[in-house]
């Protein structure tokens, strides 16, 4: 029975020819961004609402972590605890809910303790963000030595101010763009699409469904889009099957991937993993 996401899990950064690369965990994706993230890398992820773009975060932070890369992950939707939740439900392929209640058999409760074996020694730092707009992202790579990556979910708990929040974003991702070069960390930004028109006949994301007045587009490195068929689309042939778009690549070709989302335990995995 697979307990654990198919990397290694004593793998390290050190093991690659480049060490200067941030692993993604992704078979996939790793080729299509020429081994993974680098140093001074800004990413955004977008989709939209309920597309999963939370617990792909995760898992890419859960992944790069297992892999050497010191990670943080910085959330202003849920608490550190929650986030352990969710962690434990997508490694153990637990559903949270069962996790939540406790109803547990012997094999999910086996499951369970293998990947908080796990998560005891690989998973990254979980940490709140409350209200400090973009000091909190300095103060978050401060964390933990040498960090590698930043995830910070999402991108709208930086505004601080009901007035001006286009500007805000934008100014936003501008300073997480210049801290990630500063400090040699890639950063990851997610966030919900703020032009989406579901009326369009193709919804699979595009660079202009993404707001903050254009600054992704503009300072970005990489810009990821989320898309799951099965949102606007009842067949049950669709279900767990999802798109994850490279809409903008500042140093290589755009393209797409296939993953597939194991909904109940918020799991995303590469369509080429056993």
């Not at 996401?5 to 093991?15: E, L, R, T, V």
């Not at 153990?92 to 996790?99: K, M």
């Amino acid at each position: 029975m697979d307990l654990l996401p198919p990397f290694d899990a004593n793998a390290s950064a050190d093991d690659s020819a480049d060490d200067a690369i941030i692993p993604v965990g992704f078979p996939s994706l790793t080729p299509l961004l020429h081994g993974g993230l680098r140093g001074g890398d800004l990413v955004v992820l977008g989709g939209d609402a309920q597309a999963g773009t939370t617990s792909l975060a995760l898992a890419l932070a859960l992944r790069a972590s297992a892999m050497g890369a010191s990670t943080v992950v910085l959330s202003g939707e849920s608490t550190p605890g929650r986030l352990f939740e969710r962690a434990l439900a997508a490694v153990s392929h637990v559903p949270l809910d069962a996790l939540r209640r406790g109803e547990l058999g012997d094999l999910m409760r086996a499951a369970v303790a293998d990947a908080a074996a796990h998560l005891r020694d690989h998973a990254p730092v979980m940490q709140r963000l409350d209200g400090e707009g973009v000091q909190a992202l300095e103060r978050a790579v401060d964390t933990v030595p040498a960090p590698r990556l930043l995830v910070v979910d999402g991108l709208e708990s930086l505004v601080t101010e009901p007035q001006g929040r286009d500007d805000q974003l934008a100014w936003a991702v501008l300073a997480a763009k210049r801290l990630a070069v500063r400090r040699d960390v890639a950063i990851l930004l997610v966030t919900h699409f703020a032009t989406f028109d579901r009326r369009r006949p193709d919804l699979r994301p595009r660079l202009d469904d993404f707001g903050a007045r254009g600054a992704i587009a503009t300072h970005a490195d990489l810009v990821l889009g989320l898309f799951r068929e099965e949102l606007y689309q009842r067949d049950l042939a669709l279900a767990g099957a999802a798109e994850l778009h490279l809409l903008k690549h500042r140093t290589g070709d755009t393209g797409y991937v296939d993953l597939y989302f194991e909904a109940p335990c918020l799991r995303f995995e590469d369509v080429v993993e056993d």
